[in-house]
């Protein structure tokens, strides 16, 4: 176990650098100058030039991500060109609302997933599982921030049950877990767990229903186990694959939750790289990808690491 594990983080490596030179890549080769969110309109040359310096633009490409990086490495992402902060303290503080949001997402979406794929894949053909099959379909379709405003007019504008946007009635600086503030999350959560619903749903019903028609499952009923016991070998089965999609599912929600945090005004990471987009704020542009992206491979990681854990053939 200790050589899979360490055979794992070693290939970990390149991907982390290659991910950074992606991240450094894509950001520079787009049109614009990003200094033109603080310059004034009659900003002198030599101003224009200073400021070039300071941020290190006057250097080639690879001097450029050379500093980068090595800077990076130490902890330190730079300064933000809008806001004139430290990079690596905005993005910890929105990662950490973002982490937040998808955990709990995850997890709903997760347990809601496995239990319609299970219901679907125990009754295949049946009503049962066409209905099952249905809510799954419909997770995965729906454009989730559609789903958000629905259910802001619904749940907020006309019942009035939950807040429509915001982390909390202090801000997420003030975030504490009891009732008032968690009702801040319902409606986001709920919105982004319909995606990782769907996906987990339609994987353990084929995983559910492929396990059943193996010969083991026939052998374990013939010598006589209840159909709890052979619920619990379908369940141990099933379990790697539907984890390994349960994390990926959370990386994508980590990376991919832009949309549903602007429509809550959720302050994560969506909306830090919204603002970075639209005032072409390079270092946090480049902060904010860059940590997605390492929590994304690490996830992988120890996904990975559990898998081989549940399923020892998997280190063969």
């Not at 941020?55 to 902890?75: K, T, V």
């Not at 006309?158 to 009635?169: D, K, R, S, T, V």
């Not at 302050?267 to 994304?296: C, E, W, Y």
Request: contains cysteine.
């Amino acid at each position: 176990m200790f050589g899979y594990t360490l055979r794992r983080i070693i290939y970990t490596a390149p991907v982390l650098l290659g991910v950074a030179v992606v991240c450094f890549a894509l950001v520079h080769i787009s049109p614009g100058d990003p200094l033109i969110s603080i310059l004034p309109a009659d900003a002198s040359v030599d101003l224009q030039n200073r400021l070039r310096t300071l941020y290190g633009f006057d250097r080639s490409y690879p001097e450029q991500f050379i500093l980068w990086l090595g800077r990076a490495l130490q902890g330190d992402l730079g300064t933000s060109i809008a806001t004139g902060r430290p990079v690596t303290t905005e993005v910890m503080r929105a990662v950490a609302n973002t982490l937040m949001l998808a955990a709990v997402a995850t997890f709903i979406g997760f347990v809601l997933g496995c239990f319609f794929g299970f219901v679907a894949g125990y009754f295949s053909n049946s009503p049962l599982d066409k209905a099952a099959s249905a809510a799954a379909v419909f997770g995965v379709s729906v454009p989730h921030y559609w789903l958000g405003m629905v259910l802001v007019i619904i749940f907020s504008a006309q019942l009035g049950w939950f807040p429509a946007a915001g982390a909390g009635p202090g801000g997420s600086s003030q975030w504490k877990f009891d009732m008032e503030h968690l009702s801040y999350m319902v409606l986001p959560a709920l919105t982004m767990s319909v995606i990782p619903m769907g996906i987990i749903a339609r994987t353990v019903r084929a995983l559910v229903a492929e396990i059943l028609a193996q010969e083991f499952v026939i052998g374990l009923r013939a010598r006589g186990l209840s159909e709890l016991g052979v619920f619990l070998h379908v369940v141990k089965n099933a379990a790697p694959t539907a984890l390994a999609v349960m994390g990926v599912q959370l990386g994508y929600l980590l990376g991919g939750s832009i949309l549903i945090e602007t429509v809550f005004s959720w302050p994560g990471t969506g909306m830090l790289l919204n603002s970075a987009i639209f005032q072409r704020d390079l270092p946090l542009l480049q902060g904010t990808i860059l940590v997605l992206a390492m929590f994304f491979v690490v996830l992988n990681l120890a996904v990975d690491v559990l898998q081989s854990a549940l399923d020892p053939r998997i280190k063969r």
